[in-house]
């Protein structure tokens, strides 16, 4: 890939357990401070590019989705099937390398990245197999929701998928994952029915309801601390090519009776409508009020995926409830709705989130909501106030995803320029978790996670869940060799 190799390429990288081991509480035999790579060993054993820091193409590969995470790997190793992924983590082994997986690279802690370790790059798979009799896809672990989409709409099928387009499958699966279709379908993780796993010993084994069930219930939830994923079979449902949907703006004013109203309305709703309320400045789109530009609104990002007449009267209380800045609520295709929000969440800008699942949104927090959005920090920024429920909280719970009985999720997406100074962006989003502590539940969605620490870690399982995570991690990787992720202690 790119410039000239050296017949050896030889970098110097701190192994594994040179990298922060009291802090990650490695338990992997080798404590040596550096190694060399002998990149040649790995390209005699690989198909397709193997990056280093020399190659011209190796700043885009090594750029992940949130610009704030600047981290340069020595590798990445971009994988064209699992028998290279299986030479990944056998190479990585022997030389003791730092490894970080990586799909979609949409995860907010940079997780898909690392320091002088290797990535194991999956960003290059991305065929999807579907079976419309069976209603099942086999979905390929570099794929975005969109790729997904694409092909299962071709049988007015779908997943339950992200709200963004370009988020990756692999992740977004792994650590349960929830969109539009949720509170029919479950999460993502519910809808998988197996996976083929490449252990940290390289052995690849295949996780269903019938096979290695004890990690089959680990990988739906318990994000990559199992092993790399390198295939997702997927279980489909109808909904599609067409379904209601767009965005309701109301402006800031209407904050508090808006949040008010969605309390008390969307519990009792139907389970094909999604609405994921939006509070931010409005963009200066073509579709906004010229004078509402810059300005705080609150907009509904709604989605019916029902029958068109039912998907009108159910939506109808919501549409009657004042009349809106602007209402682009109608009939588009699935695949459209799937991707209405993607120009806003473009990568290459700095990102800071903050997440909690709510009790509810009593009047207290209605009124710090409605503060915040006055005081926004940036035009790029929001935060969104979902609920779920439904299939989402009725699904079995039979997989490491946790709290799945909570509905209400808040997610803070601050968001700004690159080089722009980040403390006032900090301070507000902190000042916003804050205020809404005395109405969080506690507990995380572990997907929403930046490097928050161990505590967050096992506030998004809870205390059961966690225990019986680090025993399936004891089983499967008691080295901890697949620790960039939300990370399960052996
Ligand atoms: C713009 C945007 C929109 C989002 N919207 C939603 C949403 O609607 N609903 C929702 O639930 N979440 C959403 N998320 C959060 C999303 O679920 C996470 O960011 C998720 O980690 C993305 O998966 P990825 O494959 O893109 O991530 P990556 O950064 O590639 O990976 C995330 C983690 O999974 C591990 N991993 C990746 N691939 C594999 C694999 N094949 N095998 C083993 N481990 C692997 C990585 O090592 C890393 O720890 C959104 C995120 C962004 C940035």
Redo the contacts with the bound molecule.
């Keep these: 890939m790119g410039g000239a190799q050296p017949l050896q390429a030889v970098f110097t990288a701190r192994s594994i357990c040179g990298l922060d081991v009291t802090a990650i509480g490695c338990h992997h035999p080798c404590m040596a401070t550096s190694t060399s790579i002998p990149i040649d060993q790995l390209r005699s054993r690989f198909r397709g590019p193997i990056i280093t820091p020399s190659d011209a193409g190796y700043e885009a590969a090594a750029a992940?989705?949130?610009g704030s995470i600047r981290r340069r790997p020595a590798l990445i190793a971009q994988c064209t099937g699992a028998a290279v992924v299986i030479a990944a983590v056998q190479f990585a082994r022997e030389h003791r390398l730092l490894v970080?997986?990586?799909?979609?690279?949409?995860?907010?802690?940079?997780?898909?990245t690392c320091d002088e370790g290797l990535v194991i790059d999956?960003?290059r798979l991305r065929t999807v197999r579907v079976d419309p009799k069976a209603r099942t896809a086999q979905v390929d672990?570099g794929c975005?929701w969109g790729d997904v989409d694409h092909e299962t709409q071709a049988f007015g099928l779908a997943a339950p998928?992200?709200?963004?387009s370009?988020?990756?499958?692999?992740?977004?699966t792994?650590?349960?994952?929830?969109?539009h279709l949720t509170r029919r379908f479950g999460?993502?993780s519910d809808n998988l029915v197996g996976a083929d796993?490449v252990l940290a010993d390289g052995n690849l084994v295949h996780v269903s309801a019938t096979e290695n069930e004890d990690l089959f219930w680990g990988v739906r939830g318990g994000?990559?601390n199992f092993?790399?994923?390198?295939s997702f079979d997927f279980q489909l449902h109808p909904a599609g090519p067409e379904v209601l949907g767009g965005l309701i703006f109301h402006p800031a004013e209407r904050a508090p009776a808006l949040l008010r109203f969605l309390r008390d309305f969307l519990p009792g709703s139907a389970e094909e409508l999604t609405v994921f309320t939006v509070l931010r400045k409005a963009p200066a789109a073509p579709f906004v009020p010229a004078e509402f530009h810059g300005r705080p609104v609150i907009a509904n990002l709604v989605v019916h995926s029902g029958d068109p007449a039912q998907a009108d009267r159910d939506l109808a209380p919501l549409r009657s409830f004042a009349q809106p800045l602007v209402d682009l609520v109608t009939r588009r295709p699935y695949t459209a709705v799937q991707a209405l929000t993607d120009a806003s969440?473009l990568p290459g800008f700095e990102?800071y989130w903050k997440s909690d699942y709510l009790t509810g949104i009593p009047d207290g927090a209605v009124e710090v909501l409605a503060a915040h959005l006055d005081s926004i920090s940036s035009p790029l920024s929001d935060f969104k106030v979902a609920y779920l429920g439904g299939a989402a909280a009725r699904m079995p719970d039979d997989s490491a995803l946790s709290h799945r009985t909570f509905p209400w999720i808040l997610n803070i997406?601050t968001r700004w320029k690159v080089g722009e100074p980040a403390e006032r962006h900090l301070e507000w989003t902190r000042s916003l978790f804050e205020d809404m502590k005395p109405f969080s539940a506690g507990k995380v969605?572990v997907?929403?996670l930046m490097d928050e620490g161990q505590d967050r870690v096992r506030a998004a399982y809870g205390a059961d869940k966690y225990d019986q995570l680090v025993a399936l991690k004891r089983r499967y990787d008691p080295d901890n060799f697949?620790r960039?992720?939300?990370n399960i202690r052996p």
């Design positions: 992940v989705w949130n970080a997986v990586r799909g979609g690279g949409h995860n907010i802690a940079g997780n898909a999956l960003s672990p975005v998928g992200g709200i963004v370009t988020t990756g499958v692999a992740g977004f792994l650590g349960g994952g929830f969109g999460f993502a796993i994000g990559g092993g790399v994923a390198a969440w990102n997406n969605y997907n929403f697949f960039l992720n939300q």
